[in-house]
């Protein structure tokens, strides 16, 4: 019998919740991606006032976690810049370096990503990390 680990919408929902409650009064409006194992989304956000590109660099980030199985800022620095490589030798138009892609696993199964844009990439990151641990996923 073949069983596989999937990310559901209720974690997403909890990860949703997290990051909402999260959000300072400094916080510029964000959008939220998260996205299975195959990068198709389960869940998408964009706040009033968030720019439209920013859900879809949202998805791409998720996107690109969920089907490398590799953080965003991972895939930059370790298999982009640190190999003199650039996207179109991914042969991916959805893969991003943006920082903000978080990989989702339940041990050590990949089984999505998350993403978050709006804000620095750095905060970017930060919310999506409140996210992933709002998820609470075990192995």
Do not use: C
């Not at 791409?60 to 030798?89: C, E, I, M, P």
């Amino acid at each position: 019998m073949f069983s596989q680990n999937r990310l559901a919408l209720a974690e997403a929902e909890r990860a949703r919740d997290a990051v909402l409650a999260a959000l300072t009064p400094n916080d510029n409006p964000v959008a939220l991606a998260i996205a299975d194992d195959h990068g198709v989304p389960i869940l998408l956000l964009r706040q009033d006032g968030a720019p439209t590109r920013m859900l879809s660099r949202a998805r791409a980030k998720a996107y690109t976690a969920a089907t490398l199985g590799l953080d965003t800022v991972v895939f930059r620095d370790q298999h982009v810049s640190a190999t003199r490589r650039s996207l179109n030798d991914w042969g991916d138009p959805m893969l991003t370096t943006l920082q903000g892609g978080l990989v989702v696993r339940s041990g050590e199964t990949v089984v999505g990503g998350i993403a978050m844009s709006g804000n620095s990439t750095t905060r970017d990151e930060a919310l999506a990390h409140i996210g992933l641990r709002a998820m609470d996923l075990r192995p």
